[in-house]
Structure formats: C-alpha cells, structure tokens
C-alpha cells in the first residue's frame, strides 16, 4: 500500500512511522519534516498528506504533530478525507471499522514506539465496517 506521512518535527515517533511502515512493506511518501525542502508547518504538511489520499496519490496518510490535533484538524480540511486522532489501538481499529478512517492522526508527544506498534497492526488490519447504520454515516459526511 502507498502511504503519505506528513510531520512537523523528527520529534518523537516521526521517523519511526516510516521507518515501520516500509518495514511492514508499505511504500511511503514523506511531507513536511520529513521531506528535504518542504515546508514542515503542521498546517501546511498534513494538508499535503491530507490531498495525496484525497487526489488518489496514496491509500492513507499518517499526519503527526506534536498533540495530533493539529495534524488532524489539517488532514480534516481535505473533502474526502477523515482523519482520526488515535492515541491506542482500540481508538484505530474503531476509527477504520465505524469511520472508515483514512488518515491516521498521532501526537508526536504521547506516543511511545511500543504504543506506536499497537495502533499501527489495528489501524493497518482494520477493515470498513459495512453495516448500514455505519454506511449511513460515511454517507451523510459526503453530503454537502
């Protein structure tokens, strides 16, 4: 799968989520911090990540900032886009099976590389739920 991670800093687990992902066989595409001679501003990076899932460049991004929030405040910017902020792996799995989430959303702060391990085998092998009253949802963020 292609995957866009977009951060502002190398703080925290910022290279280590691509570091995992292609270790997990996933081709990245790195915004912001992680990427020579873009901008690294939250705002700016995650809208990036945020469009390559949007535009059909990669599957799902993971956008990280410091809290999470504003990465997915940003990432939640893009139409076709919903962004979870997940802080464990409960949260991720959830946010794929009842919000069909395409955007993983970390805090650079409070997530540990063993926290990180978690989210990313429940938010990797979680699946979209097709239950209508969670298809009815997705449906009506579609809606204008």
Do not use: F
């Amino acid at each position: 799968m292609r995957i866009s991670v977009a951060a502002d800093s190398k703080d925290g687990v910022a290279e280590r989520v691509v570091t995992e992902l292609r270790r997990r066989g996933h081709e990245v595409v790195t915004h912001g911090a992680l990427h020579d001679g873009e901008r690294d501003d939250w705002a700016w990076a995650c809208e990036l990540a945020a469009r390559d899932v949007a535009e059909g460049r990669a599957e799902q991004a993971v956008v990280c900032c410091w809290t999470g929030t504003g990465a997915s405040i940003a990432a939640n910017k893009v139409p076709g886009v919903r962004a979870a902020l997940c802080v464990d792996a409960y949260t991720a799995g959830g946010a794929r099976k009842w919000n069909d989430a395409n955007v993983l959303a970390l805090s650079l702060r409070l997530t540990s590389e063993v926290v990180l391990g978690e989210i990313l085998d429940a938010w990797l092998a979680g699946r979209p739920s097709d239950d209508p009253a969670d298809l009815a949802n997705i449906s009506h963020l579609e809606q204008k």
